[in-house]
């Protein structure tokens, strides 16, 4: 079965600052990778998403991600922080249905 | 493109009783996705539809829920007997067939009391 693991319930950087949110995933085919935002109180949108084209993907909002397969991994960075990329976040892997992980609340200091 | 929309987007309901949601895709997406997200989770699958038909579900969808889409267009989700442990938010998505990202909706929030 597929699974996504993110490290780090809860994220905290200064505005300006480099967000690095991590995701590892487990996968017995070429997974299907994306992140998801979240506000309160709405639902989730997608940043932006791997589809085993080119391992750096870019997204909106300045967010990137770059797959990993030797890791496992697809992380999520974006270069500066801004106040509205507080939010949680979500990685995700689908097959027909999409397992998330538990989520990272990105919480920006100014 | 006028995005997911789900109704209602609050319903506060009784132990008991039963309540009814409803799901309207992106109009050109034949891929409808039920989950259940509770609070500092990430959404859990529930169910999804192709068309008209029910491919999947999970085992969490219990016999007190039961998901339709009758005519591959809007869909419902119903729960019989609420608990007060249905209390969360339902998420609705589409996609294409064969396009794995799926666009979610802004979700419905349950409260059973």
């Known amino acids: 079965a597929q699974s996504v693991t993110q490290l780090g319930s809860h994220v905290s950087v200064s505005e300006g600052a480099l967000v690095l949110l991590r995701c590892n995933y487990s996968s017995s085919v070429p997974p299907y990778l994306f992140w998801y935002v979240q506000y309160p109180n709405q639902g989730l949108q997608l940043l932006l998403k791997?589809?085993?084209?080119?391992?750096l993907v870019k997204g909106i909002n300045g967010f990137e991600a770059e797959f990993k397969k030797s890791e496992t991994s697809f992380h999520l960075t974006k270069p500066s922080a801004h106040m509205s990329d507080a939010a949680e976040y979500f990685c995700?892997?689908?097959?027909?249905?999409?397992?998330f992980g538990a989520g990272t609340r990105l919480t920006v200091k100014p | 493109d006028t995005g997911v929309s789900q109704d209602p987007r609050h319903k506060i309901t009784k132990r008991g009783q039963n309540v009814t949601f409803r799901c309207d895709p992106i109009s050109e997406h034949n891929r409808l996705y039920w989950y259940r997200q509770t609070l500092g989770q990430g959404p859990e699958f529930l169910t999804y539809?192709?068309?008209?038909?029910?491919?999947?579900k999970s085992r969490l969808l219990s016999d007190r829920f039961s998901a339709e889409r009758p005519k591959g267009s809007f869909s419902t989700l119903e729960i019989q007997r609420t608990e007060q442990g249905d209390s969360a938010m339902y998420l609705c998505?589409?996609?294409?067939?064969?396009?794995?990202?799926?666009?979610f909706g802004p979700g419905t929030r349950l409260t059973v009391t």
């Open positions: 998505a589409s996609s294409r067939a064969g396009a794995y990202e799926q666009y």
């Open positions: 791997y589809t085993s084209a080119a391992t």
């Open positions: 995700a892997v689908s097959n027909n249905d999409m397992r």
């Open positions: 539809f192709q068309n008209e038909a029910q491919l999947e």
